[in-house]
């Protein structure tokens, strides 16, 4: 029945999609690209050879903005610093491992053992928590700003380790508990009873049979509790004044001087910022990797 | 004409060979049944001709048209998945309508369609109904709805009685067959249950790993197996083996603990022709019997497990590693343990090569 | 090995009642088949014997100790799932090792690599030790997660359709293997399947479970050839038994009539001497199992004319789908037995296998 014309008609437009789909492919690969190409390149520059209006492949690579970034300033290029004294960029990056590291690692606690329970457990009004947990990122964060900067002047958490650990880990609740409780839900509960009826308890069973099948959402919700920590600024500038000043502020502060803002710093201490990102999510890559459990569970 | 050709059809899914060198040929009104084990590449053949995958090598011919190139819903089949694949958010008269809506007829040409079917499977009652509501025949019926609704040339279905009770299996086969001789269209069906093709199919295309054994009515594959995988899978229980060669006069010597049995002269002299070493001896549970006193022409084995079905009875024999199945009436009873001569049908004892595994004739 | 006894068990879901009051009592050693359609309620007993669920009244006694309040490891079961829970990150090995280094069975590294041998030698899977989940077939997968049962030597198995997902030859195969397997090991085993020719070739006994009641309790001959209501009579057996609305009329001669008079059955004076313990002559429901109708092409004394439909051929046997009016009738027949469709066949039951069921409360009233 169905119709010769059209088959025809189909075909050639099948080729002029294809063809459409990797130019298209092309292009946003390239817009993604194409920022971080020119970072690499710029923090190779003078000021001058990034401005200049006739930008040549082919130019004389400096290593000035590395020098800087290491602690070796010379002289009134470094930025006035906006956000305290205290501040070199090797000590600024050190504090933001720290900080994502902890942070990661607390939201993964927390929000795995909730999304475990929530997933396994009958409760009223289990819905409405799960919007509630979701809710909280619904809001974009910068309305909570100031709310939430007096509160810590006021308890004292201002400035403070203990304050940007729970600030950080409450936004990425919503993330970890959504992610992990649908991990949690594709395992069915017959691995955990198995376990059970062999004389483990639900918590052995928890770790040592269903953890291992979910590496995939931990994996996931890892790299992007990590991200969301190691770019914040809004709040990593307002309430880290002095003595928790984390890179985003540091780089912002230090590629701001007397002249505007000093592009090659910018670019280089940008670049070596992502390099740990770039590590953390290659190293981490294989257990993205779904299907882990696919393959044993028919029907 | 033919209605369906392969030729030297192969699809490979990374280095595993799914179907090899596939050849055959479906004629139009056919109800043809794949069948074989997990794994034997019957699914895979099947959305192959769907055009659901695409073989890597050999063409496919639908009505002597070439195919090969051409996208699934160019090709006029009406495909049956096996999880029926119904849209949950839509209900039954949707579900049904969609493959006509897709092709943008009008809506006064999709209710007379979508009605057609309705009457055809008798569905009235759930149009409205949606699938998360149903039952699995139910929605058994919904999915060959929307299936048969655009009448396609070729009717395809996987395994779709698998989900289903076995309660209800027998039911929704013979609706299947109803509707096959109803319509009379080109029907492909897969399963892994040879009493369902036995049942059902003009011609049934027995496969092994990716290859097809033999294509023939049932009666001739049960009767005339090509070789042992056929004469095993066919057949419920299937067909016991023996691995046996020639002994002294008259007589096959069998693996069994070095016991042997009197054979009449015909199969002593099939046996000669090619040797007499490396052999097995076949012979269908029905064909054998029981018998509590010593015969010649059987051997003895011990009852390890009595099945009882109800109208028959199995009776599972065994000598170390070696199991014949026999069925019985449902009155012969052996106790578990207790010795018996199994005396296996003279005209009924098939030679096969131990090597190639085909049948000496 | 300890018996399981449930007395009166009652389960409910919310609403649903899961359970209505079952009591079965099985034996010491026993494998016992629990059959009957999907949701009347089989899993759910498996999971209240095993403890995994609570019940809401009645009483399960596991051996001498009422379970009520046991958890599953402490009533020592293995359960042997359907969609089988095989760990997919460890190897078939560690699999089998598993439940031997529970907390609660601290066993000598020794032992534990003796059982998980053994027990892979009687499965037959040795070979395949090493191996990931994920590279096992069907059947292999479910020979090891009867493996990682058996491996504990718990007192009681609990199987919940274990080979419901397989192909119809593999289970062919391994229910008798199983059943073997269970014989040598002598564990008390609760089997559940919606297939009733697994239960009538598995069970010792089997129960016949609807809807969360229990209709008739025996052995799988006991059950076949004496249905206690029409439920039993229909889901036992396949093809199913053939069912006539039935009148017995005892004069001028002793004959059956079906459906309203559709069809005649005249009785033998013996048989009908038997039927004087009916206890009523009209409502009943004749039963009669396709191997008990006879077909042939030749006019006998007691029986009816009948049109062939159409035959099925299944190699060891045929059925025979005939038709009176708009009743539909199959005959089991010997696979030499050729009949043409839309050919005049003559037909005649089995007397001595007939059953008759009262159609109103659908027992039986006469086996």
């Given at each position: 029945m169905a119709n010769v014309i059209r088959r025809k008609k189909r075909k050639g437009l099948r080729i002029v999609g294809q063809v459409i789909i990797y130019i298209v492919i092309v292009l946003v690969f390239a817009a993604y690209v194409f920022p971080i190409f020119?970072?690499?390149?710029?923090?190779?520059?003078?000021?001058?050879?990034?401005?200049?209006?006739?930008?040549?492949?082919?130019?004389?690579?400096?290593?000035?903005?590395?020098?800087?970034?290491?602690?070796?300033?010379?002289?009134?290029?470094?930025?006035?610093?906006?956000?305290?004294?205290?501040?070199?960029?090797?000590?600024?990056?050190?504090r933001s491992i720290l900080m994502t590291g902890s942070v990661t690692v607390f939201s993964l606690l927390l929000g795995t053992t909730a999304a475990y329970v929530l997933s396994r457990y009958k409760m009223a009004g289990k819905d409405d928590l799960m919007f509630v947990i979701l809710s909280t990122r619904m809001l974009p964060p910068v309305v909570v700003l100031v709310p939430i900067s007096l509160l810590f002047t006021n308890i004292g958490l201002k400035d403070t380790f203990l304050g940007f650990l729970l600030l950080y880990t409450m936004f990425n609740m919503a993330f970890s508990v959504w992610i992990m409780k649908s991990f949690f839900d594709d395992v069915p509960f017959s691995f955990e009873e198995a376990a059970m009826c062999d004389g483990y308890t639900r918590f052995r069973a928890f770790i040592k049979v269903v953890l291992p099948m979910v590496k995939a959402g931990i994996a996931a919700t890892a790299i992007f509790c990590a991200i969301l920590v190691w770019n914040e600024f809004l709040f990593a500038i307002v309430i880290g004044t002095r003595k928790w000043v984390f890179m985003p502020p540091t780089i912002f502060s230090m590629s701001y001087g007397s002249e505007g803002v000093i592009w090659g710093v910018l670019a280089a201490s940008s670049l070596i910022y992502i390099i740990p990102v770039i590590i953390f999510v290659y190293l981490v890559r294989k257990n993205l990797l779904r299907g882990i459990t696919f393959g044993v569970i028919r029907g | 004409m033919s209605m369906i050709r392969l030729e030297n059809m192969t699809k490979r899914f990374g280095k595993t060979v799914a179907v090899k060198d596939a050849n055959l040929e479906i004629e139009k009104g056919e109800f043809v049944v794949f069948l074989g084990p997990s794994g034997c590449g019957k699914t895979t053949t099947l959305r192959c001709i769907a055009g659901l995958e695409t073989p890597?090598?050999?063409?496919?011919?639908i009505e002597e048209e070439l195919v090969n190139d051409l996208p699934t819903l160019d090709r006029d089949v009406g495909f049956v998945f096996q999880h029926y694949a119904l849209f949950p958010h839509m209900t039954v008269y949707q579900n049904i309508a969609f493959p006509l809506r897709a092709m943008k007829y009008a809506k006064e040409e999709v209710k007379d369609e979508v009605g057609r079917v309705t009457d055809l499977l008798k569905i009235h009652n759930i149009l409205q109904m949606k699938p998360a509501h149903l039952s699995g025949g139910d929605l058994q019926r919904?999915?060959?709805?929307?299936?048969?609704?655009?009448?396609?040339?070729?009717?395809?279905?996987?395994?779709?009685?698998?989900?289903?009770?076995?309660?209800?299996?027998?039911?929704?086969?013979?609706?299947?067959k109803r509707v096959h001789i109803e319509i009379g269209a080109t029907t492909i069906y897969v399963t892994h249950d040879q009493m369902e093709a036995m049942a059902i199919a003009d011609r049934i295309v027995t496969m092994n790993l990716g290859v097809i054994q033999q294509v023939d009515t049932p009666e001739s594959i049960y009767h005339n197996p090509v070789n042992m995988f056929v004469a095993n899978f066919i057949g419920s229980p299937g067909m016991n083996f023996i691995d046996c060669k020639l002994g002294g006069k008259n007589e096959l010597e069998l693996g069994l603990d070095g016991k042997s049995m009197q054979v009449s002269d015909s199969i002593i002299k099939k046996i000669k022709t090619v040797g007499g070493q490396n052999l097995v001896m076949g012979v269908r549970p029905e064909d054998v019997g029981i018998s509590v006193k010593a015969d010649p022409a059987g051997f003895?084995?011990?009852?390890?497990?009595?099945?009882?079905?109800?109208?028959?009875?199995?009776?599972?024999?065994?000598?170390?590693?070696?199991?014949?199945?026999?069925?019985?009436?449902?009155?012969?009873?052996?106790?578990?343990?207790?010795?018996?001569?199994?005396?296996?049908?003279?005209?009924?004892?098939?030679?096969?090569?131990?090597?190639?595994?085909?049948?000496?004739? | 090995?300890?018996?399981?006894?449930?007395?009166?068990?009652?389960?409910?879901?919310?609403?649903?009642?899961?359970?209505?009051?079952?009591?079965?009592?099985?034996?010491?050693?026993?494998?016992?088949?629990?059959?009957?359609?999907?949701?009347?309620?089989?899993?759910?007993?498996?999971?209240?014997?095993?403890?995994?669920?609570?019940?809401?009244?009645?009483?399960?006694?596991?051996?001498?100790?009422?379970?009520?309040?046991?958890?599953?490891?402490?009533r020592d079961v293995a359960f042997v799932y359907q969609n089988f829970s095989l760990y997919p990150q460890m190897t078939v090995r560690k699999n089998l090792e598993f439940p031997l280094r529970s907390p609660m069975h601290r066993e000598e590294d020794a032992e534990v690599i003796k059982r998980v041998e053994f027990v892979a030698d009687m499965l037959h899977i040795t070979p395949l030790l090493d191996r990931m989940p994920d590279a096992l077939s069907g059947g292999e997968m479910q020979r090891v997660g009867i493996g990682r049962a058996i491996v504990r030597k718990p007192q009681i198995f609990l199987m919940d359709e274990p080979l419901s997902d397989l192909d119809a030859k593999l289970r062919e195969e391994l229910r008798v293997e199983l059943r073997q397997i269970q014989t040598e090991i002598g564990t008390t085993t609760f089997y559940v399947t919606h297939d009733q020719i697994e239960a009538m070739s598995m069970g010792d006994r089997i129960a016949v479970l609807n809807e969360g009641v229990i209709h008739q309790i025996g052995t799988p001959t006991e059950v076949y050839n004496s249905p206690a209501d029409l439920f039993v009579a229909g889901f036992i057996g396949n093809p199913k038994m053939n069912l006539f609305g039935c009148v017995y009329r005892e004069t001028p001669k002793p004959v059956l009539e079906l459906e309203n008079g559709l069809i005649k059955v005249p009785l033998s004076g013996e048989y009908a001497k038997k039927l004087a313990v009916l206890p009523m002559k009209e409502g009943?429901?004749?039963?009669?199992?396709?191997?008990?109708?006879?077909?042939?092409?030749?006019?006998?004394?007691?029986?009816?004319?009948?049109d062939v439909l159409f035959s099925e051929h299944f190699g060891s046997m045929n059925i025979i789908n005939l038709q009176v009016g708009e009743k539909l009738i199959k005959s089991r027949t010997r696979p030499t037995e050729q009949y043409e469709t839309k050919t005049k066949v003559w037909v005649e039951f089995d007397e001595e296998r007939m059953r008759f069921f009262d159609s109103r409360t659908t027992k039986s009233v006469m086996s």
């Open positions: 020119w970072m690499g390149v710029s923090s190779l520059k003078t000021k001058v050879q990034i401005f200049d209006t006739n930008p040549t492949i082919f130019f004389k690579p400096t290593l000035d903005n590395y020098k800087i970034f290491f602690g070796r300033a010379e002289g009134g290029e470094v930025g006035a610093g906006r956000a305290g004294a205290s501040t070199s960029f090797i000590a600024a990056m050190l | 890597e090598q050999g063409d496919i011919y919904v999915a060959l709805a929307r299936a048969l609704v655009i009448k396609p040339k070729v009717f395809l279905l996987d395994e779709p009685l698998s989900t289903l009770d076995a309660e209800f299996r027998e039911e929704a086969r013979t609706m299947i003895d084995m011990e009852v390890a497990i009595v099945e009882e079905l109800g109208p028959e009875n199995i009776i599972n024999l065994r000598t170390g590693e070696n199991v014949l199945k026999v069925l019985a009436g449902s009155t012969v009873r052996p106790k578990a343990g207790e010795k018996v001569w199994a005396v296996p049908q003279q005209d009924k004892i098939r030679i096969f090569d131990k090597e190639t595994k085909k049948e000496i004739l | 090995m300890p018996g399981i006894k449930l007395s009166n068990v009652v389960k409910t879901f919310g609403k649903t009642t899961a359970l209505k009051g079952i009591s079965v009592n099985l034996k010491d050693g026993e494998f016992f088949v629990l059959v009957g359609p999907t949701g009347a309620g089989k899993t759910t007993t498996l999971r209240v014997v095993s403890g995994l669920e609570k019940i809401d009244s009645g009483q399960i006694i596991i051996g001498e100790d009422d379970a009520k309040d046991m958890s599953p490891a402490e009943l429901t004749l039963g009669i199992r396709p191997e008990s109708v006879m077909v042939t092409k030749q006019k006998g004394e007691r029986g009816f004319e009948a």
